[in-house]
């Protein structure tokens, strides 16, 4: 491939290849700049990369087989996803140079990876006795909220088995948040229903699932979003919103004697224990309607964002008590997810959409909405986003449409669009954990989507 010539008029192009960072120093090819045709896309730039690897390159059909005998013993070929200035190529090299204003005089450099492969169904629940109106996740286990008032808890192994079960709420369990404390020797989770009740319960070696504290004195409606937050040193606080806008912060208490408001009480169904009751630290009129979705701030414990269907997202100081920063958008925000590693959230909406807000807020920038959402999305009303744990560009996305899209926030296309569950069936809610991602909806089954 030579080097020697630039074509103006859009025959070839020069191109730079870098890999990525963090990526491993085996994929790096030279960086020499190279020509190659203006019109090669992803697929034609992933098979020049697997060539200077000296892997083999994909034929027309698919395949990853070379017609030469002699290349039978090289290693197969890798789909690469490339990146100029900083968004994913998913047009000609040509295009992407001219929409990103670069000069075709010089050579475009563009970053390389692997590309994320799409996960593949692997495993899913018995069917439930109703839907699956929520769940969480933890590094060892999945928990799911049945619309039947009771909380379902499945290993994250192979098998994907049931392991715990308990008759929780009197009413459709709205929302469920987990926390693995004590160095994962516990396991803490939080439900709120529709039945006004918002409790906690405690998951022992065996996997029983004991009541540990009933929350009284805070929601007057039924509660529609909880997070546990984890305050280090083997404790947590819990946060829950209500469907009339109300914001609860809650101390989450780690023995029987911890409170002196506490009181022991017992539980029908319920293993023997001392449970505690609680009330909350503070009572907001955060939202004037429903809030859909709590997350942390990153790197500060004393700082929440809230999602609500008054069309705004703001973030609070939970020291003060104050609304730091609001963002209005036009549309009922159904659901959020934040970032693993800063403020940058996406919000899911009932007009099939999903949008990135950047809720790093300072004296020159208060906030703003991204420039792209993430369009097209879905094909019905958004119910759940979920950031990946360990990529700051990967979420997932789940609607009523019963589809998954899995995206990189660096291009508005999604990278991977799975149907999850039955025709005709909601998805109802989402889980991304470090392996996979888990999906419930209104066909009463838990499903594992593994990469």
């Given at each position: 491939?030579?080097d020697?010539?630039?074509d103006?008029?859009?025959?070839?192009v020069?191109?730079?290849?870098?890999?990525?960072?963090?990526?491993?120093?085996?994929?790096?090819?030279?960086?020499?700049?190279?020509?190659?045709p203006?019109?090669?896309?992803?697929?034609?730039?992933?098979?020049?990369?697997?060539?200077?690897?000296?892997?083999r390159?994909d034929?027309?059909?698919?395949?990853?087989e070379?017609?030469?005998?002699?290349?039978?013993d090289?290693e197969?070929?890798?789909?690469?996803?490339?990146?100029?200035?900083?968004k994913?190529?998913?047009?000609?090299?040509?295009?992407?140079a001219?929409?990103?204003?670069?000069?075709?005089?010089?050579?475009?450099?563009?970053?390389?990876?692997?590309?994320?492969?799409?996960?593949?169904?692997?495993?899913?629940s018995?069917?439930?006795?109703?839907?699956?109106?929520?769940?969480?996740?933890?590094?060892?286990?999945?928990?799911s909220?049945?619309?039947?008032?009771?909380?379902?808890?499945?290993?994250?192994s192979d098998?994907?088995?049931?392991?715990?079960y308990v008759?929780?709420?009197a009413?459709?369990v709205?929302?469920?948040?987990?926390?693995?404390?004590?160095c994962?020797?516990?396991?803490l989770?939080?439900?709120?229903s529709?039945?006004?009740?918002?409790?906690?319960?405690?998951?022992?070696?065996?996997?029983q699932?004991?009541?540990h504290?009933?929350?009284?004195?805070?929601?007057?409606?039924?509660?529609?979003?909880?997070?546990l937050?984890?305050?280090g040193?083997?404790?947590?606080?819990?946060?829950s919103?209500?469907?009339?806008?109300?914001?609860?912060?809650?101390?989450?208490?780690?023995?029987?004697?911890?409170?002196?408001?506490?009181?022991?009480?017992?539980?029908k169904g319920?293993?023997?224990?001392?449970v505690q009751?609680?009330?909350?630290?503070f009572?907001?009129?955060?939202?004037?309607?429903?809030?859909?979705?709590?997350?942390?701030?990153?790197?500060?414990?004393n700082?929440l964002?809230?999602?609500?269907?008054?069309?705004?997202?703001k973030?609070?100081?939970?020291?003060?008590?104050?609304?730091?920063?609001?963002?209005?958008?036009?549309?009922?925000?159904t659901?959020?997810?934040?970032?693993?590693n800063?403020?940058?959230?996406?919000?899911?909406?009932?007009?099939?959409?999903?949008?990135?807000?950047?809720?790093?807020?300072?004296?020159?920038?208060?906030?703003s909405?991204?420039?792209?959402?993430?369009?097209?999305s879905?094909?019905s009303?958004?119910?759940?986003?979920e950031?990946?744990?360990?990529d700051p560009f990967?979420l997932?996305?789940?609607?009523?449409?019963?589809?998954i899209?899995?995206?990189?926030?660096?291009?508005?296309?999604?990278?991977h669009?799975?149907?999850?569950?039955?025709?005709g069936?909601?998805?109802?809610?989402?889980?991304f954990?470090?392996?996979?991602?888990?999906?419930?909806?209104?066909?009463?089954?838990?499903?594992?989507?593994?990469f």
């Amino acid at each position: 491939m030579s080097d020697s010539s630039v074509d103006i008029d859009g025959e070839q192009v020069r191109v730079s290849f870098i890999l990525a960072k963090n990526q491993d120093r085996s994929l790096e090819v030279p960086s020499d700049p190279i020509a190659v045709p203006s019109s090669t896309r992803k697929k034609g730039l992933s098979a020049i990369i697997n060539h200077l690897l000296d892997r083999r390159v994909d034929n027309k059909d698919g395949s990853d087989e070379d017609s030469d005998s002699d290349d039978e013993d090289k290693e197969p070929a890798i789909p690469f996803d490339f990146l100029v200035n900083h968004k994913l190529l998913r047009m000609s090299v040509e295009a992407m140079a001219r929409r990103e204003a670069l000069s075709l005089e010089q050579a475009i450099e563009i970053e390389y990876f692997p590309a994320r492969e799409a996960p593949e169904g692997e495993g899913e629940s018995e069917s439930q006795p109703d839907w699956i109106s929520s769940l969480a996740s933890t590094e060892s286990f999945v928990v799911s909220g049945i619309c039947d008032g009771s909380l379902r808890l499945f290993d994250q192994s192979d098998a994907f088995q049931q392991v715990g079960y308990v008759k929780a709420h009197a009413g459709p369990v709205q929302c469920v948040s987990s926390v693995e404390m004590d160095c994962s020797d516990k396991l803490l989770i939080a439900s709120g229903s529709m039945d006004q009740t918002l409790l906690m319960h405690m998951v022992n070696k065996k996997n029983q699932i004991n009541l540990h504290a009933v929350c009284s004195g805070g929601h007057m409606s039924s509660v529609s979003s909880t997070k546990l937050l984890s305050t280090g040193s083997g404790s947590a606080s819990l946060a829950s919103g209500d469907w009339d806008g109300g914001l609860c912060v809650w101390n989450v208490p780690t023995s029987s004697n911890e409170s002196s408001e506490s009181s022991s009480k017992k539980r029908k169904g319920v293993a023997s224990q001392d449970v505690q009751e609680v009330t909350p630290q503070f009572f907001l009129k955060a939202h004037a309607s429903n809030i859909s979705g709590i997350v942390g701030a990153y790197q500060n414990s004393n700082v929440l964002l809230t999602s609500s269907w008054d069309h705004s997202i703001k973030s609070w100081d939970l020291e003060s008590q104050n609304n730091i920063l609001t963002l209005n958008g036009a549309k009922v925000a159904t659901c959020i997810g934040r970032c693993h590693n800063s403020d940058v959230v996406a919000t899911g909406h009932p007009d099939c959409t999903v949008r990135l807000w950047d809720m790093r807020s300072n004296t020159k920038n208060e906030g703003s909405l991204f420039d792209g959402s993430l369009r097209p999305s879905h094909k019905s009303w958004v119910s759940a986003v979920e950031w990946s744990p360990n990529d700051p560009f990967i979420l997932a996305s789940t609607s009523h449409d019963g589809t998954i899209k899995v995206w990189d926030i660096r291009s508005t296309v999604p990278l991977h669009t799975i149907k999850a569950h039955a025709k005709g069936s909601k998805a109802l809610c989402l889980s991304f954990s470090k392996n996979a991602i888990y999906s419930g909806g209104s066909d009463c089954v838990v499903k594992r989507f593994r990469f």
